[in-house]
């Protein structure tokens, strides 16, 4: 009966906690649903992934699982560079910004949370929810990785809309550093097209 009504409610989810199980059931986050929750997760109906975090089955989504471990937080520096086409070194741990630095490896997959300000971090300029997974649009995870790591060689600015990556700068992270190196990265990138 749980499952049935976590699947019809929790459709768009790939990874659910305890409190969304207690509000899909209308029952509350107490001994007796973890105790059903444990029954189901040793059945093979649900799959426990971290204290507190399930799935139906192992075909979850990896970033959100990420965001989900660690609140807040969003997807960002390497990961979102290297799907994005900016980096081609492949990566496969899932790099991600939060409040504070931590490594977490679950089920064979590292994830890696890299502190910044919590000014940065909650201001939401540059972020899109994507299937219910906070990532960085191009232009801020290029800033995220500046603003964290200094200056950084990008194997293909190409796609970047500096404006856009100004702008950010400007409302987010407020550094004449980031704003000098953002300037000297157009033009290499301009004198590279001409």
């Known amino acids: 009966m749980i499952i049935k009504k976590l699947v019809k409610n929790l459709e768009d989810q790939t990874v659910f906690g305890l409190s969304e199980i207690a509000r899909v059931t209308g029952k ?15 059945k093979g ?63 064979g997959q590292k994830y890696i949370y890299r502190k910044i300000k919590d000014e940065i971090l909650l201001n939401l300029a540059g972020i899109e929810v994507i299937d219910g997974v906070a990532v960085a649009i191009l232009e801020r995870a290029i800033l995220d990785k500046i603003y964290l790591d200094g200056p950084e060689h990008f194997d293909n600015l190409r796609a970047v809309d500096w404006d856009k990556m100004d702008e950010l700068n400007r409302s987010v992270y407020q550094r004449k550093n ?17």
């Open 28 to 42: 509350p986050a107490d001994k007796n649903l973890i105790s059903a929750v444990s029954y189901y997760v040793k």
């Open 45 to 107: 109906d649900l799959i426990r992934l971290a204290k507190g975090l399930y799935s139906f089955d192992k075909s979850y989504s990896a970033w959100e699982l990420g965001n989900r471990l660690r609140s807040p937080s969003y997807i960002s520096l390497n990961t979102v560079l290297q799907d994005r086409g900016v980096n081609f070194q492949p990566y496969t741990s899932i790099f991600l910004v939060a409040n504070r630095n931590e490594i977490r490896t679950i089920k």
């Open 178 to 194: 980031i704003t000098k190196y953002i300037k000297e990265m157009r033009q290499d990138v301009g004198s590279k097209i001409s």
